[in-house]
């Protein structure tokens, strides 16, 4: 178990790097990581609280993103829970589009939300 953990760790690490480099790459500034988000939501009028960590805040061109590090077949806006997260990471942080980084594929997708 602690093996597997470590194993997935030390992927998420070199996907993070790599990711940043890609993202610097295409004219991105890193301007933090694991940040913050509050979120909340009410049952029978009682307040639910909770946090998102979004992977990191970036910004090209006078314009910031959250941007999310994913590999695989959830780094596909079409994957309901990828679709669902980004979402959420969206309303709470009020920015219309979120950025899908995949550095595997060394792909960054810009899912917006934006109703037309």
Do not use: C, W
């Not at 006078?62 to 079409?78: M, Q």
């Not at 829970?81 to 595997?104: A, F, K």
């Amino acid at each position: 178990k602690n093996f597997l953990f470590m194993l997935l760790r030390k992927r998420g690490k070199k996907g993070e790097k790599t990711s940043i480099r890609l993202l610097e790459r295409n004219g991105y500034k890193i301007l933090d990581k694991q940040i913050k988000l509050n979120g909340h939501f009410f049952i029978d009028d009682a307040l639910e609280e909770f946090d998102l960590r979004p992977d990191l805040l970036v910004e090209k061109d006078g314009i910031r993103y959250i941007a999310e590090i994913k590999t695989g077949e959830v780094a596909n806006p079409s994957n309901r829970n990828t679709r669902r997260q980004l979402h959420e990471y969206s309303y709470y942080s009020g920015h219309d589009s979120i950025l899908l980084v995949d550095p595997t594929k060394k792909y960054i997708n810009r899912v917006s939300f934006k109703r037309s």
